[in-house]
């Protein structure tokens, strides 16, 4: 088991983002210290992780605890009769972060333009 500060450090997010996807519910630590620190596990950070990935693609606390649920459901071989549901609703996740990578792929072209005409004008490229 991890301390927060060793999971913010691993995962490279903040004490106070991971307090916050606590708080909300997104991401809860698997225990807590006779002190009531939280820890995590290796499974925490991994879900950290992918919940680090959504977040530059624009995804809501909503949208990501949703898709986080379906990936429990995934892993859950008691919830056999979920996991069609589960699946099709991940793909829609999936085609979503596809469209909003694209976008991302033509802004930062858009940035890398806009940094060589600068550089151009100030003689710097």
Do not use: N
């Not at 950290?48 to 986080?68: E, H, W």
């Not at 429990?72 to 919830?79: C, H, V």
């Not at 979920?82 to 033509?106: F, K, W």
Request: net charge positive.
């Amino acid at each position: 088991m991890m301390q927060i500060g060793e999971v913010a450090a691993r995962t490279e997010l903040s004490l106070r983002s991971l307090r916050h996807w606590d708080e909300v519910g997104l991401l809860r630590p698997s225990g807590r210290s006779d002190g009531g620190f939280r820890l995590y596990t290796e499974d925490d950070v991994e879900k950290i992780l992918v919940i680090r990935r959504m977040k530059p693609l624009g995804f809501t606390l909503d949208q990501m605890s949703a898709a986080m649920r379906d990936l429990e459901t995934l892993r859950d071989p008691a919830a056999r009769q979920r996991h069609a549901a589960a699946r099709a609703r991940l793909g829609a996740v999936l085609a979503e972060a596809t469209e909003r990578r694209a976008r991302l792929v033509v802004q930062l072209g858009m940035a890398d333009e806009f940094l060589d005409q600068l550089g151009a004008q100030l003689g710097s490229r």
